[in-house]
């Protein structure tokens, strides 16, 4: 049993930003990771950029969703065109994270809103992060199906689609929630 004072980190909330929904065709542009413990305390945040094919960039992100959405469109191209990073750097980076704030034994929740289409990424591109994390997640979308249908209660998001703030968004969301939650 891990001993929690030693090591509180419990949950890796986590949420990428992509050219589209496809983890075969799309590529990962944005990635960020905040570890908290089950008290949703922040313990550790990463945040990286990996680079792209702009031409990738040209074909995938067209169509209604990234026209709505033209202003984070464009900002993480020109963040792109920024980029260094490749994708297994940013998996080893992503690794070493972990490596530091979870003990080898410890598994590992992703956590985060509709994260399953995140993972689908994840073992696509970085499998080796991919094998570190447990079958078991955290996916907020569910509470948030549940306290809408059952006791009338919404979150409100902003929807930026950034990934640290969809992160911050979601972390704020479940605190929302445990608020109605009688211990």
């Known amino acids: 049993m891990l001993n929690h004072t030693k090591n509180p980190a419990a949950l890796l909330w986590m949420d990428l930003e992509m050219t589209g929904l496809n983890p075969v065709k799309d590529e990962i542009l944005e990635v960020a990771a905040i570890i908290t413990d089950w008290q949703l305390n922040k313990l550790a945040v990463y945040k990286q950029v990996q680079k792209v094919n702009p031409e990738l960039l040209k074909q995938r992100m067209v169509g209604e969703f990234w ?3 033209y202003q984070t469109r464009d900002k993480l191209i020109e963040q ?4 260094t990073k490749q994708t297994q750097e940013v998996e080893k980076e992503l690794l070493k994270f972990i490596k530091q704030n979870f003990s080898t034994k410890q598994n590992i929740y992703l956590s985060g809103n509709s994260i399953h289409q995140d ?3 994840i073992a696509q591109h970085w499998p080796k992060l991919d094998k570190r994390l447990h079958y078991r997640m955290l ?3 569910a509470f948030k199906l549940f306290f809408a249908n059952v006791y009338n209660k ?3 998001k902003n929807q930026t ?3 640290i703030d969809d992160i911050k968004e979601s972390i704020s969301e479940l605190t929302f929630y445990n608020q109605f939650i009688k211990p």
Request: charged letters at 30%; aromatic letters at 16%.
């Open 139 to 141: 996916d907020i979308s």
């Open 119 to 121: 993972r689908k990424f």
């Open 67 to 69: 026209e709505t959405n």
């Open 161 to 163: 689609h950034r990934a």
């Open 80 to 83: 792109n065109f920024l980029a």
């Open 154 to 156: 919404d979150f409100a």
